[in-house]
């Protein structure tokens, strides 16, 4: 099993809170619950983010994958990402310490 980090950026129009729809809320919380149960599971090792999305900010998921093609996908089906009001991308991750 390989290590992997994937970087999440929230879409412009979501930088200011007035912005957010229900339909956003809605994919927040599927993509909360996704990380919440695979986190749960072992297949998330580490969660976050800056506090403020705007200037540059992000959030983070390190997690496991046989190989570059899993760890795409699993980023890939994030349904921030599905939505698209989150672009991510995907990085190999070493980690020293846990």
Excluded: C
């Excluded at 809170?17 to 994919?27: E, P």
């Excluded at 980023?75 to 020293?96: G, H, N, Q």
Aim: net charge negative; charged share 30%; no cysteine.
């Amino acid at each position: 099993m390989k290590t992997y980090i994937y970087i999440l950026k929230l879409i412009p129009r979501l930088f200011d809170d007035n912005n957010w729809t229900d339909s956003d809320d809605l994919i927040i919380e599927k993509h909360f619950n996704r990380i919440k149960t695979d986190y749960f599971n072992n297949k998330i090792i580490h969660v976050g983010r800056t506090i403020n999305p705007a200037n540059d900010g992000f959030g983070m998921v390190v997690y496991y994958a046989e190989n570059d093609q899993e760890a795409e996908e699993y980023m890939l089906l994030d349904p921030a990402v599905e939505a698209k009001i989150m672009t991510a991308t995907y990085r190999e991750y070493k980690v020293f310490y846990k």
